[in-house]
């Protein structure tokens, strides 16, 4: 797909079906900085030797961590620039680990002309297996702003 990383998509430039996917590896580098910008330090994330006594049996990224590579999707490349959450759910169904390789993807399965929102499925997967998925309400923009001079 084509990627409008500085204007974004406007509501005509949609289709159903149409995709994007972001790549990233969870480190020990990313899991500090989404703990000290969330304020989120459960040892389950932070320290193995806690991690390790829970049925985990050692460390697991945030969950939100995962899901933030979906909002890096939605507002980076689809739609894009100017777009607006509205809503998201999401179901987590494995955990993922320091090293793991995330697949957060994107897909327009509606488009609402007329209130000019889409719903998108939102999923992320670690070796072609669903980690979380969900679904959210994008409102996006219809036209594009005119450049500043």
């Known amino acids: 797909m084509t990627v409008k990383t500085l204007e974004g998509f406007i509501l005509d430039e949609l289709h159903v079906g149409q995709s994007a996917e972001l790549v990233?590896?969870?480190?020990?580098?990313?899991?500090?900085?989404?703990?000290?910008?969330?304020?989120?330090?459960?040892?389950?994330?932070?320290?193995?030797?806690?991690?390790?006594?829970?049925?985990?049996?050692?460390?697991?990224?945030?969950?939100?961590?995962?899901?933030?590579?979906?909002?890096?999707?939605?507002?980076?490349?689809?739609?894009?620039?100017?777009?607006?959450?509205?809503?998201?759910?999401?179901?987590?169904?494995?955990?993922?680990?320091?090293?793991?390789?995330?697949?957060?993807?994107?897909?327009i399965t509606h488009i609402d002309h007329e209130s000019a929102r889409v719903t998108l499925k939102t999923e992320c997967l670690v070796n072609g297996e669903s980690v979380l998925d969900g679904e959210a309400t994008i409102r996006v923009p219809r036209r594009r702003r005119p450049a500043h001079a």
């Open 24 to 107: 990233r590896e969870v480190t020990e580098e990313r899991i500090q900085a989404f703990a000290e910008a969330s304020e989120d330090f459960n040892p389950v994330h932070m320290d193995e030797a806690y991690a390790s006594k829970t049925a985990y049996r050692g460390r697991i990224a945030h969950g939100l961590l995962s899901a933030s590579f979906v909002s890096a999707v939605v507002g980076t490349m689809l739609p894009g620039p100017g777009a607006i959450y509205l809503h998201q759910t999401m179901s987590f169904h494995k955990p993922v680990r320091i090293g793991d390789v995330v697949t957060g993807r994107v897909t």
